[in-house]
Nanobody
Framework: VQLQASGGGLVQAGGSLRLSCVASGLLFSSYAMGWFRQAPGKEREFVAA????????SYADSVKGRFTISRDNAKNTVSLQMNSLKPEDTAVYYC??????????????????WGQGTLVTVSS
């Protein structure tokens, strides 16, 4: 199983980025998907999750209204649109797959597979 995340980079505060994660080696529609992030010296934290169908999503309070998670099962891809970025959004962002496809899990321990991470840096 591989989860390949991309789209990170350097952006000014107030700007936007779109992260993508392409999955291979698994039946993508059998998994809920999540995004987590980890800033230097901090624990990994939940950002957003989406069920297998895309009909249910959940977000951390810190990103609600600014970030949008979506998925395309035909392309084995989950995306995270990040708008109105803040310096505190700076972190390595990880995509992950959860075999409980009906549930938007905010606990990283529930995810079976992880991507390698993509760095997002927001300058003030």
């Amino acid at each position: 199983v591989q989860l390949q995340a991309s789209g990170g980079g350097l952006v000014q505060a107030g700007g936007s980025l779109r992260l993508s994660c392409v999955a291979s080696g698994l039946l993508f529609s059998s998994y809920a998907m999540g995004w987590f992030r980890q800033a230097p010296g901090k624990e990994r934290e939940f950002v957003a999750a989406i069920t297998w169908s895309g009909l249910s999503t959940s977000y951390a309070d810190s990103v609600k209204g600014r970030f949008t998670i979506s998925r395309d099962n035909a392309k084995n891809t989950v995306s995270l649109q990040m708008n109105s970025l803040k310096p505190e959004d700076t972190a390595v962002y990880y995509c992950a797959a959860d075999a409980d496809r009906y549930y938007t899990n905010n606990n990283y321990r529930g995810y079976a597979y992880w991507g390698q991470g993509t760095l997002v840096t927001v300058s003030s």
